[in-house]
């Protein structure tokens, strides 16, 4: 029974936020984290109305997009465009200073359902129907702003999900760092983002959303009490 006393969302009963804790827990420790799984579980936990239905169409949605890119489109640029042309494109997945205000901008099944969302939840669409679909796509945490690429260092692609997808240039990259910290682009900024690195940063930024509005103190909690959940060294 929802809290009357409480804004939405609404937390999940006792007895299924202890079940999707366990399972956050043991995926986190996994020897590979599923990305999806996770976020899926995060939102779980946050909004109560996302049942085990909720969770499952949301991972046959990220099939069913990943089943619609090409086949092999080429190198890491084609991929880049490929997957542009459909999430970006045909989809219209984008982000808008406006989503930076909202909770379901960090929930991957309400990004999934709005196609709205913070950069590095879109990341996670991208990434999710990239990866399934076969190609070398990871994320990258740029400081301030999420981004993913594609292909090994010498051939590295970046996209900016957040624009829809857009492929980013050297420049562009630097610009992004430099509006965020005022200091040059480091290359080691552009290695891949291990998954629970990931999924830490969602959390942050949910506590983050909730400590700017006192009335959702519990949903700052719930973040809180996932984060030790995360294994400070991961499964190998």
Do not use: K
């Not at 989503?99 to 309400?110: A, F, G, I, P, V």
């Not at 983002?193 to 969602?202: D, S, T, W, Y």
């Amino acid at each position: 029974m929802p809290n009357p006393h409480l804004p939405p969302p609404y937390p999940p009963s006792p007895e299924r936020s202890a079940e999707v804790r366990r399972r956050f827990g043991e995926e986190a420790r996994a020897e590979r984290p599923d990305l999806a799984a996770l976020c899926l579980l995060i939102g779980a936990e946050t909004d109560g109305a996302l049942d085990e239905a909720g969770m499952d169409a949301a991972q046959a949605e990220l099939d069913r997009l990943a089943g619609e890119l090409p086949y092999r489109p080429g190198g890491p640029r084609a991929w880049a465009e490929a997957v542009r042309r459909l999430l970006g494109g045909r989809y219209e997945f984008h982000g808008t200073p406006g989503d930076y205000q909202r909770l379901e901008s960090s929930l991957l099944h309400e990004v999934l359902r709005r196609r709205r969302g913070l950069p590095i939840l879109l990341s996670v669409v991208w990434l999710e129907v990239a990866r399934r679909a076969g190609a070398p796509v990871y994320g990258v945490a740029l400081p301030g702003h999420f981004v993913i690429g594609f292909g090994a260092p010498g051939e590295q692609v970046l996209a900016d999900p957040f624009e829809g997808g857009r492929v980013l240039s050297g420049p562009d990259a630097e610009l992004l760092v430099v509006g965020a910290t005022g200091a040059p682009l480091d290359p080691a900024m552009l290695g891949p983002a291990p998954p629970l690195e990931v999924v830490q940063r969602i959390l942050n930024n949910i506590r983050a959303w909730a400590a700017a509005r006192p009335e959702h103190s519990d949903v700052a909690l719930r973040a809180v009490e996932l984060a030790p959940l995360i294994p400070p060294h991961p499964a190998r």
